[in-house]
């Protein structure tokens, strides 16, 4: 495996209000979390976002919104920001992150510039139940392969660290094997006192073989380690590429704030690793 690392910067584009009940999510307005939310971000900040993301060295550029899928004024609102920023920073790979989405919905986002989908099964189709009443792990799986129809590369991962079992793990990655995606996102749960999951962050090494595992499963697939990485890694966290992760997501995330990106920089350079430079995904 190359000694390369890809960044990847997200933006919160529509935050919070969510009706949905994902037990893990502070986004849920069942949760009442304390965190900012907002209908729609300024086009012109998304585009400034993207330029800093660029300036960081990152590769790839997530508009992600907060809620269980895709309505025309949302449709509308993610296609205009992609437009947007694919005007402003043509030399980024632009992903779109906005739950649920038919095949139509889907070739719009495409049409307006968007090359990536992600959407995450999060977990295995059996403990997902316990994690999500409001939607079903089926519908997710529905949605994963229209973005396979509709000719977008498909981002697909999950999270860890709810108390699932080896063999939900083992249950999980099959499921993602099946889709075959382009890009993993492995996210580690971030604990929230406001949400109804209550355990602590896993384990830094308990952590690091959940990514070996995956890597053991998927050996040339782009391993990205998402949210939670830098409660769960600690001062670990440069072992996550010995293990098998080749990207992560520089800047904040959704609702928790990240380190500096030149923080994370210089500990990929110091771990023995170089930052992957842009080249388009569809190449
Ligand atoms: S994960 Fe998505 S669908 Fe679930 S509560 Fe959060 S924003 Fe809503």
Same mark, same amino acid.
């Given at each position: 495996?190359?000694? @390369?690392?890809?960044?990847? +910067?997200?933006? =919160?584009?529509?935050? /919070?209000? %969510?009706?949905?009940?994902? #037990? ?23 585009? @400034?976002?993207?330029?800093? +993301?660029?300036? =960081?060295?990152?590769? /790839?550029? %997530?508009?992600?919104?907060? #809620? ?119 996210n580690f749960?971030h ?35 998402a949210g939670g ?24 995330y ?30």
């Amino acid at each position: 495996m190359s000694k @390369e690392v890809f960044l990847c +910067a997200i933006s =919160n584009i529509s935050s /919070g209000s %969510c009706a949905e009940d994902c #037990g893990f999510c502070t986004q849920s307005s069942k949760h009442h979390a304390n965190i900012k939310r907002y209908k729609y971000k300024d086009i012109n900040e998304i585009v @400034e976002e993207a330029k800093k +993301a660029k300036a =960081n060295g990152a590769v /790839g550029f %997530c508009l992600v919104t907060s #809620g269980k899928g895709l309505d025309d004024k949302k449709l509308d609102f993610v296609c205009q920001s992609a437009i947007a920023v694919k005007k402003e920073v043509p030399q980024i790979n632009l992903i779109a992150c906005n739950g649920l989405a038919n095949l139509e919905q889907l070739k719009t986002l495409k049409k307006a510039g968007v090359e990536l989908y992600n959407h995450n099964l999060e977990s295995s189709q059996n403990f997902y139940k316990t994690l999500c009443q409001t939607h079903s792990w089926k519908e997710r799986y529905q949605t994963c392969l229209h973005v396979k129809e509709a000719g977008l590369k498909l981002v697909c991962g999950g999270i860890f660290g709810l108390g699932e079992s080896e063999e939900d793990r083992a249950s999980f990655l099959q499921s993602v094997k099946s889709l075959d995606p382009f890009t993993i996102p492995l996210n580690f749960f971030h604990p929230n006192s406001a949400l109804p999951i209550k355990v602590n962050p896993m384990d830094e090494d308990d952590a690091l073989k959940v990514i070996k595992q995956v890597r053991d499963e998927f050996p040339k697939t782009r391993l990205m380690v998402a949210g939670g990485r830098e409660i769960t890694f600690k001062t670990k966290q440069n072992k996550i590429f010995d293990v098998g992760a080749n990207a992560i997501v520089i800047g904040n995330y959704l609702t928790t704030s990240g380190d500096q990106p030149c923080k994370d920089i210089e500990m990929i350079k110091k771990a023995g690793y170089e930052i992957a430079l842009w080249k388009s995904c569809s190449s």
